[in-house]
């Protein structure tokens, strides 16, 4: 167990709906980095934050928005959703920004119908 | 761009050694990190190469040679719970971006 917690587990959308999911870092931890894993595939980075700001940005379009609170707890939102973006939405906290050790959350389990 | 390939299947024995290799084509990065996913589950840091050489933590380690653009995760005295997926991860910039490869999935058999 890691520290880190997502809410929801699994959620169901259609296309074209909206969808926030949430993440809480690791105590001590100000940094929240994002990423979506498709099935067999790697997790592919979507941004990270960093004191409340966006701090680095992957390939994805800006319809992929993201917040953090005061606290370090952040959130994703997804707008217009697409077929496509049926994935487990990952957050990751660590204690910088610029680490590679990362404590990953369980996951939001994200279907798109 | 950046891409880093692994071997998608490895199948070994309880006790046995087995080792998953990851070559890497990017021009630059702080270090190669190794993660562990177990089915269903999150991704657990394992280990980190920031220079070339080996490091040991415990019947895991993890090579890197900059040179051969090369590294590998050595896994000993393989057990029934390290049957899971192993991704190799570098970070290009200052931001934690991590780029992932798309995972070696280990099953070890009794």
């Known amino acids: 167990e890691t520290g880190v917690t997502q809410s929801p587990t699994h959620l169901i959308k259609t296309r074209g709906q909206q969808v926030t999911l949430r993440c809480s870092s690791q105590?001590?931890?100000?940094?929240v980095s994002w990423y979506q894993q498709a099935l067999g595939q790697g997790p592919q980075f979507i941004f990270q934050?960093?004191?409340?700001?966006?701090?680095g940005r992957g390939n994805f379009p800006p319809r992929f928005s993201g917040l953090q609170f005061p606290n370090y707890s952040s959130e994703l939102n997804v707008n217009a959703l697409e077929l496509d973006d049926s994935a487990l939405y990952l957050c990751?906290?660590?204690?910088?920004?610029?680490?590679?050790?990362?404590?990953f959350g369980p996951g939001t389990r994200l279907t798109v119908l | 761009g950046q891409s880093l390939e692994q071997p998608s299947e490895v199948t070994a024995v309880e006790g046995a050694i087995v080792q998953i290799n990851c070559t890497y084509q990017?021009?630059?990065?702080?270090?190669l990190s190794w993660y562990q996913q177990h089915d269903g589950g999150a991704p657990t840091f394992l280990s980190y190469?920031?220079?070339?050489g080996l490091e040991e933590t415990g019947r895991f380690s993890s090579f890197l040679s900059r040179s051969d653009s090369y590294g590998y995760l050595l896994l000993q005295e393989l057990q029934m719970k390290d049957s899971a997926s192993y991704f190799c991860a570098v970070r290009p910039g200052n931001t934690g971006k991590l780029i992932f490869g798309q995972g070696t999935t280990l099953q070890v058999k009794p």
């Open positions: 934050y960093y004191r409340e700001e966006e701090n």
């Open positions: 190469n920031a220079l070339d």
């Open positions: 990751a906290s660590s204690w910088a920004s610029g680490t590679d050790t990362q404590y």
């Open positions: 990017t021009s630059g990065f702080y270090g």
């Open positions: 105590s001590g931890h100000n940094t």
